[in-house]
């Protein structure tokens, strides 16, 4: 069949279908007419004749003009062919050729209160409700405008032609997006809420996804201030069976930033000063956005002083400017610095502070030899421990000052090679040092508080700060010490003499025994080598034993200087029995006297006996002194031994 035969044929059938519609019409009509002419009769029928009647009945006449079927597709002798196809021609190009599940193009008929009238140009019109359409659009939408609508279904079971202005809208926007993603074109979105990592704008009336980090160049801190914006963005990923959308506002930035990225790059180089955004801060530093080229400026280029974080320092979004310090081209990394911009703290160092001079400071660490002081950012000095009382005994700074702490202190010296300078707090005060010669001359008799007791000796506090050392042989003239509890214990008061003083060490040196005079004198005089001695047995050891002469020291008998030798030591003599025996040795510096019962050693005793022991004039100490030490005793001794042969 050709397609002219096509078109003749659905013209008939119109034809047909317009008849057989009047036909109804007409049928319709008659009817109404004799339905008026029943209800007329029925008010004079009777009520038991009414019932009867109300029982329609069809009694098969045909009232009107009947066609049959082929009576209907038989040409018409009104019209030749060619006037026909004419015809049909004309009305056929009154239609749209139009397909289901597309958009296409009406012309508004008509607007209420719940429906537009749209005419697509099909043989009927369409209607879509008014809540597809945006309250902007349908406030502006009068008859005769053009819209887009989707054309959903030619008809429906009721022969209604369905149309979709919401429909129309989806598909429309997911067209501009696949576009706009196929060809980088900007589009326009508003940002409607902030949901976790992100935004959702709305783009053609589509939920897109922004993400965070796509907002902006630099790190974002207040989202909610973004909500109710209308901003532009770039599609950077679609997919559109997923009803996926993402955008980034912050590849808009980028690119604008692009270029002036390259012009930094190829100009930068070290000494240059530029300006800066604070874009982000850490516990290393601090990020620079120097126009699209990052920069790192470390926590120690901040200031020359001390910084524990850089937010002591700048503040994010913080507009400043910054040196370059260096430039990697390989890495594209920029250094930069802050403090290169100001002058160095240690020039003229010595004219800000000159030493002994006395300045305020804050303290900035503290360590256990000493506390550091901030006399200006850059600038900081030590106060060693030793420098900080000159009475007090301190074992840690933190006793006399607690951090950020303002003290005063006085310049002692500076190093500025090391970048070093030494204070000092115990020189607001005067020295005790100073006169203490005159308050504790050599050989003056004082009291003191035993302060601390060692192996070696005894500590005595003579005044606040002020102390000095007893040794233990110098605690007793006749007991042979071991330890300084024997004899004293701590905090209790005991005499002392000042022996020696050393200025250089700041050294003491005490004596108790020497409170008494010294009984090795007398000892001297009636023991010396050659004296007959008696006494009583006070000890007795497997080499010998002491014997307690009568003026109270002991003198010790070696077993092997005994008159008679004895096997049994111990048994044979007992504490308390009387021995008599002479003096063949005798030490005042070991403070020893031996005595023996042998003839021949008491031979040898009584020829020394002439060369008596000379007594000391000097206060004796059991320290060395330095004569002593360097052996000028020896020499001393030497050339006096010489100038008494002469």
Wanted: contains cysteine; charged residues 30%.
């Amino acid at each position: 069949m050709t397609e002219e035969q096509n078109k003749e044929s659905e013209l008939k059938s119109e034809t047909e279908i317009t008849e057989n519609t009047k036909l109804e019409e007409t049928a319709a009509e008659q009817a109404d007419a004799n339905t008026a002419a029943e209800e007329t009769a029925e008010t004079d029928i009777p009520k038991e004749e009414k019932t009867e009647a109300e029982i329609p009945s069809f009694t098969g006449e045909v009232e009107g003009t009947v066609y049959t079927f082929a009576q209907l597709q038989a040409a018409s002798d009104d019209y030749t062919d060619d006037e026909f196809h004419q015809l049909a021609g004309m009305y056929e190009n009154t239609l749209s050729r139009i397909e289901e599940k597309e958009i296409v193009t009406g012309i508004v008929v008509s607007v209420d209160e719940k429906y537009v009238i749209v005419d697509i140009g099909f043989k009927s019109e369409g209607i879509v409700p008014v809540n597809e359409f945006s309250s902007k659009v349908l406030k502006n939408l009068q008859p005769g405008d053009e819209v887009e609508v989707f054309l959903d279904r030619v008809e429906d079971r009721e022969g209604q032609l369905i149309l979709s202005r919401r429909k129309a809208d989806i598909l429309q926007a997911w067209d501009n997006l696949e576009k706009a993603h196929e060809t980088g074109e900007v589009i326009e979105g508003y940002i409607q809420r902030r949901i976790k990592g992100g935004m959702v704008v709305d783009v053609f009336g589509i939920d897109a996804f922004l993400p965070g980090s796509q907002i902006d160049v630099r790190p974002v801190r207040d989202f909610d201030a973004y909500v109710g914006k209308t901003m532009e963005f770039q599609v950077v990923k679609l997919n559109m069976q997923a009803e996926n959308v993402v955008v980034s506002h912050r590849a808009l930035i980028e690119s604008d930033l692009e270029d002036q990225r390259q012009e930094i790059l190829e100009t930068i180089e070290a000494g240059q000063v530029l300006e800066g955004i604070v874009k982000n801060i850490t516990d290393f530093g601090v990020f620079i956005d120097l126009g699209g080229v990052d920069g790192l400026l470390h926590i120690t280029d901040l200031s020359w002083g001390r910084v524990e974080h850089p937010e002591e320092i700048v503040k994010l979004d913080q507009k400043m400017n910054v040196a370059v310090i260096d430039f990697d081209e390989k890495s594209k990394r920029v250094s930069l610095g802050l403090k290169q911009l100001q002058p160095h703290p240690w020039d003229e160092i010595y004219v800000k502070y000159p030493e002994e001079m006395r300045v305020q400071g804050r303290v900035v660490s503290i360590a256990d030899y000493g506390a550091f002081i901030e006399l200006e950012k850059g600038v900081e000095g030590l106060i060693h421990i030793s420098e900080m009382s000159w009475t007090q005994h301190i074992k840690h700074p933190s006793q006399l000052v607690q951090k950020d702490d303002i003290i005063e202190c006085v310049v002692l010296n500076i190093n500025e090679d090391e970048k070093k300078i030494s204070l000092g707090v115990k020189q607001l005060e005067k020295d005790p040092w100073v006169d203490l010669m005159d308050r504790y001359p050599i050989g003056s008799t004082h009291k003191g508080a035993v302060r601390n007791l060692t192996n070696f000796g005894v500590f005595v506090e003579l005044e606040p700060g002020i102390d000095g050392l007893i040794h233990v042989s110098d605690l007793s003239w006749t007991e042979k010490v071991e330890h300084p509890n024997e004899v004293v214990d701590k905090g209790q008061e005991i005499d002392i003499v000042i022996l020696a003083i050393d200025f250089d060490n700041r050294r003491i040196t005490l004596g108790h025994k020497q409170i008494e005079n010294n009984p090795w004198e007398a000892y001297a005089e009636k023991y010396g080598p050659g004296s007959s001695v008696e006494g009583e047995v006070s000890k007795v050891t497997d080499k010998g034993m002491f014997v307690k002469l009568d003026l109270g020291v002991d003198a010790f008998l070696p077993a092997n200087k005994l008159a008679e030798p004895v096997e049994d030591l111990k048994g044979a003599f007992k504490e308390g029995d009387k021995v008599q025996g002479m003096v063949v040795e005798f030490d005042e510096q070991s403070k020893t006297i031996e005595i023996s019962q042998q003839d021949e050693d008491v031979i040898k005793a009584k020829k020394s006996k002439k060369a008596a022991p000379k007594v000391s004039e000097t206060i004796e100490t059991g320290t060395p002194t330095l004569g002593e030490v360097s052996g000028l005793a020896e020499k001393l001794a030497a050339i006096e031994k010489e100038s008494s042969k002469k």
